[in-house]
């Protein structure tokens, strides 16, 4: 079992920029990939950024050269700066643990991009 723990979410205009942090509940080493998923109203769930234990990273096109996933093992977190936000950028974020064949989440977090 993990426990993943999203913090960082909020409100701000377009333009602007947010951190977002998930902290696991215990060593994020043993687990391969870890990411950032959103999930808007009225759309499914989809993944924004993805990072392997061994720092490849994965990023869907809209999200390219605006966010950053980073993790840190000896901290257990991964984490997702995101800059230049836009309002289809709005939405809630989850972060994600896949140590398989089990799939772990975290309760979201909201953010909001005013225009």
């Known amino acids: 079992q993990v426990q993943l723990e999203e913090s960082g979410g909020g409100l701000v205009q377009a333009g602007g920029s947010l951190r977002l942090s998930c902290a696991a509940s215990?060593?994020?080493?043993?687990?391969?990939?870890m990411g950032w998923y959103r999930q808007a109203p009225g759309k499914q769930r989809e993944l924004v950024a993805a990072?392997?234990?061994?720092?490849?990273?994965n990023y869907t096109d809209p999200v390219k050269g605006r966010f950053t996933i980073s993790r840190d093992n000896a901290k257990n977190t991964v984490s997702l700066q995101m800059n230049s936000l836009k309002p289809e950028d709005t939405a809630v974020y989850y972060c994600?643990?896949?140590?398989?064949?089990?799939?772990?989440w975290g309760q979201g977090t909201q953010v909001t991009v005013s225009s």
């Open positions: 994600n643990a896949k140590l398989q064949p089990l799939d772990f």
């Open positions: 215990r060593s994020v080493i043993i687990i391969h990939t």
């Open positions: 990072i392997t234990r061994g720092g490849v990273t």
